[in-house]
T-cell receptor, first 114, second 115 residues
Framework: AQSVAQPEDQVNVAEGNPLTVKCTYS??????LFWYVQYPNRGLQFLLK??????LVKGSYGFEAEFNKSQTSFHLKKPSALVSDSALYFCAVRDISSASKIIFGSGTRLSIRP | NAGVTQTPKFRILKIGQSMTLQCAQDMNHNYMYWYRQDPGMGLKLIYY???????DKGEVPNGYNVSRSTTEDFPLRLELAAPSQTSVYFC??????????????FGPGTRLTVL
């Protein structure tokens, strides 16, 4: 069965520093991978996705993610963190048994200190 | 566009009570979803629908029911509320097809407590 794992419950970064939020996947075949962000008391918002093509995917709010097939990873990155980036981040993968559904990871709370 | 709207925002139920969580979208999306989010956990899919009149179970459907009589609305029904159903419930929708694949639009959520 396909799945995504987010090994860190929480990531703490100082404002202005680069940030990385980790995600690894387990999928048979080519994965369709996604990142969503959830700000406090809000629903999830789509950030970016990898379907095929360039391994570096650019998304909203200056975020990007790098698809690495050999390491089965899809880490979310940003060169310079902002306090406003503090939120809960979810990695997700399309369910290959049903293209209608995606499977979410457990989430990583990103905290940016001023 | 209002996007995806959910009502109510908050609700406290007693064990055994029933209620319906409302979800509506005005984007003409065929696909709609109900998730629950428990503290420290990701989202679990309860039910989903690929169009009016078509619904299917997700990962955690027990204790819930849905209907999809129109494209716009996808209500979630709890028949006999239990403390295990205390959670935040999110509705989402998207367009069909690979071009729009998996970019789901989420509502603001309903926080439900069962005591």
């Amino acid at each position: 069965a396909q799945s995504v794992a987010q090994p860190e419950d929480q990531v703490n970064v100082a404002e202005g520093n680069p940030l990385t939020v980790k995600c690894t996947y387990s999928v048979s075949g080519n994965p369709y991978l996604f990142w969503y962000v959830q700000y406090p008391n809000r629903g999830l918002q789509f950030l970016l996705k990898y379907i095929t093509g360039d391994n570096l995917v650019k998304g909203s709010y200056g975020f990007e993610a790098e698809f690495n097939k050999s390491q089965t990873s899809f880490h979310l990155k940003k060169p310079s963190a902002l306090v406003s980036d503090s939120a809960l981040y979810f990695c997700a993968v399309r369910d290959i048994s049903s293209a209608s559904k995606i499977i979410f990871g457990s989430g990583t709370r990103l905290s940016i200190r001023p | 566009n209002a996007g995806v709207t959910q009502t109510p925002k908050f609700r406290i139920l007693k064990i055994g009570q029933s209620m319906t969580l409302q979800c509506a979208q005005d984007m003409n999306h065929n696909y709609m979803y109900w998730y629950r989010q428990d503290p420290g956990m990701g989202l679990k899919l309860i039910y989903y629908s690929v169009g009016a009149g078509i619904t299917d179970k997700g990962e955690v459907p027990n204790g819930y029911n849905v209907s999809r009589s129109t494209t716009e609305d996808f209500p979630l029904r709890l028949e006999l509320a239990a403390p295990s159903q205390t959670s935040v419930y999110f509705c989402a929708s998207r367009l069909p097809g690979q071009g729009a694949a998996d970019t789901q639009y989420f509502g603001p959520g309903t926080r439900l407590t069962v005591l």
